[in-house]
């Protein structure tokens, strides 16, 4: 038998989703820790991984943000 192959506790043998979210700074640490607690994945290996990267600049984007300044502020 081949021992399957992990990255992080998560195999590489099946498909895997993949969800990427682009929010205002201020926010991404609240966001980032609510979606381990509700995937819940500090409680069991392979339950899945969730990480923050900065981002620097994005195009195609200007309409959404536009809309969502006001809410964002809100939050703020």
């Known amino acids: 038998l081949e021992e399957a192959r ?3 506790g998560l ?3 099946t498909q895997r989703d ?3 979210f682009l929010v ?3 926010l991404s ?3 980032l820790e609510t ?3 509700v995937g819940q994945f500090d409680r069991e290996a392979g339950a899945g991984i969730a990480f923050q990267l900065d981002v620097e600049d994005a195009v195609g984007i200007s309409h959404q943000v536009e809309r969502l300044v006001p809410v964002v ?3 703020l």
């Open 24 to 26: 205002e700074e201020h």
């Open 35 to 37: 979606i381990g607690e």
């Open 18 to 20: 993949v969800l990427m």
């Open 6 to 8: 992990t990255f992080f």
């Open 29 to 31: 640490r609240t966001i």
């Open 73 to 75: 502020e809100e939050k």
């Open 11 to 13: 195999t590489l043998e």
